[in-house]
């Protein structure tokens, strides 16, 4: 990757940081060359902190690492975006982001990891996981059972038993895609291609 840190008279540039997952902006912060090789070589986010007038790793005193997930400039070469996974809050005031909590792709995306993590690590009385040992026969009839209580219940006037049930239809889908190898970003994909 080349950085044209040479465009800015100190030598920085800005270095948006985003989770890997949802892709939520969590900060900004700046990076010289030497931040940038301490990121990609340690895989935890490293600025040059102005105020502090040396090389800071986020999360040092906190915690609150942020590792790094993959690195991309921009079409100039004089900006970066880190995608990362937080490891805590990512603002000093304790919230996920700089820029506020709402998450700009979604908690779908953030249960969609939590669904993976749950089959890689067979927690004991998991029931995404022993759902999704029994294979897709039984993960498709559970989204089926879910689709068909989710109609009857549109035709009521409840809408919290509505919501619940919209609610087990995503979460079992998810589950489904999972069992073909595909995420919801392959779905959006499709979509986005009809809407072009």
Same mark, same amino acid.
């Given at each position: ?6 465009? &800015? ?18 900060? *900004? ?10 990121? /990609? ?9 102005? &105020? ?38 990512? $603002? ?5 982001? $700089? ?11 953030? *249960? ?11 927690? +004991? ?19 089926? +059972? +879910?689709?068909? /209580?989710?109609?009857? +219940? ?43």
């Amino acid at each position: 990757m080349k950085v044209d840190f040479s465009k &800015s008279t100190d030598g920085l540039v800005p270095a948006i940081i985003q989770h890997a997952d949802t892709l939520q902006v969590l900060m *900004l912060g700046f990076m010289n060359q030497e931040a940038l090789t301490k990121t /990609e070589q340690e895989g935890k986010v490293t600025f040059f902190s102005r &105020s502090k007038n040396r090389l800071w790793t986020k999360g040092e005193t906190s915690g609150n690492y942020l590792t790094v997930d993959r690195i991309l400039t921009d079409c100039d070469n004089d900006a970066i975006l880190v995608l990362a996974y937080p490891q805590g809050p990512t $603002c000093h005031t304790g919230a996920t982001s $700089c820029f506020g909590d709402k998450s700009s792709k979604g908690f779908l995306y953030e *249960l969609e990891k939590v669904i993976e993590q749950r089959i890689t690590e067979n927690p +004991e009385g998991s029931y995404t996981s022993r759902l999704f040992g029994r294979g897709v026969n039984k993960v498709a009839q559970k989204v089926g +059972e +879910e689709a068909v /209580e989710l109609v009857i +219940e549109a035709k009521d006037d409840n809408l919290d038993l509505f919501k619940n049930e919209a609610a087990d239809l995503l979460y079992h889908f998810l589950i489904l895609l999972k069992t073909k190898n595909l995420r919801l970003e392959d779905i959006e994909e499709v979509l986005l291609g009809r809407h072009r």
